[in-house]
C-alpha cells in the first residue's frame, strides 16, 4: 500500500510518526473515514466539515486545505486501486520533542497529517448487511465531548470486544437510561413505521450517514421522531439499525438476546440502505 504521512506518498514501510507525537501519546487527535463506491468518494464534503469542527473544537491548526485533502484522498485511491473501501484520515496535534500536558506553542509545532486505504470489496454488497447484525447493550463510560470524532476508541473497542464474547457483533451504549449510539454507529428503532433516533448534542457523534440518512427517510415521507429513548423500547421496535460510512445502513436484527420482529433484517432498514447507497454511488466524487 501506498500511504500519505505529512507531504510524502510512501510504502507503508516506510512511513514514520515521531514517538513524542500527541497523537501517539495522548490521543491527541481526530479522524475521519470516508468510504470509496465505485472507485469515488461518498461524502468527502460532509467528512471535511466535520473535521474542521473537530480540529476548531480542539484548537488544532488544520494541516492543508480541503482541496488539498480532496486530492491526496484521490491520489491514495487511484494508485491503491482502491474499488470499493475505505480512507482512513488522522490529524495529531504533532510534537515539539518533549511530552507535556501542556498544547506545544502552534506556533512551531506543526500538525501531523496520515491518511491510508483499505481495500473493501463487498462493501456494499455485504453478507454482514443481509444477515444484520446481533447488539447488547453496555454501559456509556467515555468523556462528554463525543461529537468531536477523536482517535480515543480504547472503550469502543473494549465494547465491540464484550460484544464479540457476548456473541454478538456489536454494542449500543447506554447513558442515565438512554441509548446513546452503537461503538462506531448511530442508534435508531423503528416502531409503527416511526424512526425513532436521539438528537444531536455533545453526547454523540454528529454522523455523516445519520444526516444523509435523515434527509432521505424524510423526502421518502418516513416519519422521524428525534429523542431520547431506551434500550427496552428498541428491544420491543418492528425493527433497528445503525448507520456509518463504513457500514451504510446496517440493520440490527437482535438486542441483548431478544428478537426484533422476526429476527431478519427489517423492510425499512433494508430500503433506507438500498436508498442511500444509489444516492452515494450517485454523488460521489
Ligand atoms: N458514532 C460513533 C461513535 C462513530 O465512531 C461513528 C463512525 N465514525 C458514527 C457514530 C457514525 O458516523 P459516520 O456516519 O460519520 O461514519
Redesign the pocket.
Known amino acids: 500500500r501506498t500511504v500519505f504521512v505529512n507531504g510524502e506518498y510512501l510504502p507503508e514501510t516506510e512511513a514514520k510518526i515521531s514517538i513524542f507525537d500527541r497523537g501517539f501519546l495522548m490521543a491527541d487527535a481526530v479522524y475521519e473515514?470516508t468510504s470509496v463506491l465505485g472507485g469515488k468518494l461518498v461524502d468527502f464534503e460532509?467528512?471535511a466539515v466535520?473535521l474542521e469542527r473537530s480540529l476548531k473544537e480542539l484548537d488544532m491548526k488544520a494541516p492543508c486545505t480541503k482541496e488539498e485533502l480532496l486530492e491526496i484522498h484521490r491520489k491514495l485511491v487511484e494508485v491503491n486501486e482502491i474499488d470499493e473501501g475505505l480512507v482512513y484520515l488522522q490529524v495529531s496535534r504533532g510534537s515539539d520533542g518533549d511530552r507535556d500536558f501542556v498544547f506545544p506553542d502552534p506556533e512551531t509545532t506543526e500538525p501531523s497529517l496520515v491518511l491510508f486505504t483499505q481495500n473493501k470489496p463487498g462493501l456494499a454488497d455485504s453478507p454482514a448487511a443481509k444477515k444484520g447484525a446481533k447488539i447488547i447493550s453496555i454501559e456509556d463510560i467515555r468523556w462528554g465531548r463525543?461529537d468531536i470524532?477523536t482517535t480515543q476508541?480504547l472503550y469502543?473497542s473494549m465494547g465491540k470486544m464484550m460484544a464479540k464474547a457476548a456473541g454478538a457483533d456489536d454494542a449500543w451504549m447506554i447513558e442515565d437510561g438512554h441509548v446513546t449510539?452503537?461503538?462506531?454507529?448511530?442508534a435508531y428503532f423503528v416502531k409503527d413505521g416511526k424512526i425513532v433516533t436521539r438528537p444531536l448534542s455533545n453526547d454523540?457523534?454528529?454522523?455523516?450517514?445519520?444526516k444523509a440518512v435523515l434527509r432521505l427517510a424524510e423526502e421518502a415521507q418516513m416519519q422521524i421522531e428525534e429523542r431520547l429513548f431506551t434500550i427496552d423500547e428498541a428491544k420491543e421496535a418492528d425493527e433497528a439499525f445503525t448507520?456509518?460510512?463504513?457500514a451504510f445502513v446496517m440493520p440490527v436484527v437482535e438486542i441483548d438476546g431478544v428478537a426484533l420482529g422476526d429476527g431478519t433484517p427489517g423492510a425499512l432498514a433494508k430500503r433506507l440502505r438500498e436508498i442511500y447507497l444509489d444516492e452515494a454511488r450517485a454523488k460521489a466524487i
Not at 454523540?204 to 445519520?210: K, Y
Open positions: 473515514v460532509g467528512h466535520r463525543r470524532k476508541l469502543p449510539e452503537g461503538t462506531s454507529n448511530n454523540i457523534l454528529h454522523g455523516i450517514t445519520r448507520t456509518s460510512a463504513s
